[in-house]
């Protein structure tokens, strides 16, 4: 049976309902490790699947050029709260690009769309539960709660446990700050934030924990 994360949050707008996803309870520290924070699953989850879903955001297949704006890698591990490693749990993912636009009709923005930038990706952690994306830095963007820092969206399951989940970006302590959903989740809120690599800006790494 899966387990699902709770969530008291919700995006105003953003038709979750209609979606038939609406998440309830929040990450609390549980045993050795806190539970990776819940959060909305928002109004922009693609509706049509692009047909390039693989780890690396920047290509397209089929096409020459690469994304626009800056590359970076996010790595990571997928973790239960007793610390063991959860090997092919699946991590599906998707953000606005470097403009702060979503491929998604329902986008407001009249920031332009990259054609050569994916923006969705689905991949499955390996035996040691580590995974690895490289993508292009989201650009934040004006949304009805206000303006929104930048931000990658997690889906994230495990056999036994689901979560979705928002990654921030600890550079935008600022953004961050004033934004109503990174406020919502409290003492919980460092369990979103990635950690910046000292030696190289362009690398992050995030580890995530299900309650399983």
């Known amino acids: 049976m899966i387990k699902y994360h709770m969530s008291r949050r919700m995006f105003a707008g953003a038709g979750l309902a209609s979606a038939g996803l609406l998440w309830t309870s929040g990450a609390r520290a549980l045993g050795e490790k806190a539970a990776t ?13 692009p047909g390039d879903s693989d780890a690396d955001l920047t290509l397209v297949k089929g096409h020459d ?22 090997p092919g749990a699946t991590l599906e993912l998707w953000q606005a690009n470097a403009a702060g636009r979503y491929d998604h009709p329902s986008d407001p923005a009249v920031a332009p769309l990259d054609p050569n930038f994916q923006g969705y990706a689905t991949l499955r952690a390996d035996s040691k539960g580590e995974w690895r994306i490289v993508t292009i830095k989201p650009g934040g ?32 302590a600022e953004g961050n700050a004033k934004d109503m959903l990174y406020r919502e989740l409290g003492a919980e809120a460092a369990t979103s934030l990635a950690t910046r690599d000292a030696s190289d800006p362009n690398k992050y790494t995030w580890d995530i924990v299900l309650l399983v």
């Open 37 to 49: 924070a819940t959060s909305t699953i928002g109004p922009f989850y693609p509706i049509v699947h």
């Open 141 to 172: 963007y004006g949304s009805p709660i206000g303006h929104r820092p930048p931000h990658i969206h997690f889906d994230l399951r495990s056999e036994e446990s689901r979560n979705i989940a928002q990654l921030y970006f600890p550079e935008e």
């Open 65 to 86: 050029k690469r994304a626009i704006g800056q590359v970076i890698e996010v790595s990571g591990r997928v973790f239960d709260v007793k610390g063991n490693p959860l």
